[in-house]
């Protein structure tokens, strides 16, 4: 069992950055990749970032390559994205989430946060 909670979410201009944290408790933290996924109003759960057990592999959404950073420290049981050049199309309520063998899709990941509001003003 894995219990997660997200933090740092909040209003920021467009350009600005955000860091969202992700605490995980749980003995087994290491043993899950861990992903971040965003939900507009009106809109479907997507997809966002994902990171290896060993954080030595990522994958991003094209939507958000090169201006958002997945990362973890297994040490502080701890899962971060750090989101810089905020669009407005960025707004979302931002959950991470977790899976031992999944990949980009929802519905493979078991484990999932209460999710943290991200608010971009144009």
């Known amino acids: 069992q894995v219990q997660l909670v997200e933090s740092g979410g909040g209003l920021v201009q467009a350009g600005g950055s955000l860091r969202l944290s992700c605490a995980a408790s749980g003995r087994t933290f290491s043993s899950y990749v861990m992903g971040w996924f965003r939900q507009a109003p009106g809109k479907e759960r997507e997809f966002v970032a994902r990171i290896s057990w060993s954080g030595g592999s990522t994958y991003y959404a094209d939507s958000v390559k090169g201006r958002f950073t997945i990362s973890r420290d297994n040490a502080k049981k701890t899962v971060s994205l750090q989101m810089n050049s905020l669009k407005p199309e960025d707004a979302a309520v931002y959950y991470c989430?977790?899976?031992?063998?999944?990949?980009?899709?929802?519905?493979?990941?078991?484990?999932w946060g209460q999710g943290t509001q991200v608010t971009v003003s144009s």
């Open positions: 989430a977790a899976t031992q063998w999944g990949h980009t899709r929802s519905e493979e990941y078991d484990y």
